[in-house]
C-alpha cells in the first residue's frame, strides 16, 4: 500500500502529531502547535500587515492582517506551506473568498459575499 506521508521529511520539518508531509513536499498541519508556529512565520512575512495589493496601483493595504488565508481553498487540496497563504484583513479576506457558498457565520461582523441560491 502506497502511502501520502513522508514521515523522514515530517521528522526533517519537525512537525508533530498528526500534521504531515506528502512526497511532493505539501503540508498538512493538523496539530496546534505546528499550526500555530506557521501562523508566526506569516505573521513575520506580512509585518502584521494584509498582503492584499490593489489591483489599480499595485499598493498593498495598510490595514492590519488578522486572518490567514489559504491561496488555494483547503478544500480542494490542502496545502499549509507558507507560500501558499496569505494574512489579509477581515474586509480582503471576505473579498478573496472564492467559495460562493459561503454566508456569514453567527457572530461575523459584515455583510456575506454571496448568499446561497
Known sequence: MLSNRDKQLKAERGYHGKSYVR???S???LDKFDWHMRK???WARAGGQCEYVFPVDGSRCRL???IPAHIV???VRRDDRLEGLKLY???HD????IQNW???RFGEKGKPVCKRK
Open 64 to 66: 492590519d492582517g488578522t
Open 27 to 29: 503540508e498538512v498541519l
Open 23 to 25: 512526497p511532493d513536499g
Open 73 to 75: 481553498p483547503r478544500a
Open 40 to 42: 508566526r512565520e506569516l
Open 89 to 91: 484583513c477581515d474586509r
Open 102 to 104: 459561503r454566508v456569514t
Open 94 to 97: 471576505r473579498q478573496m473568498e
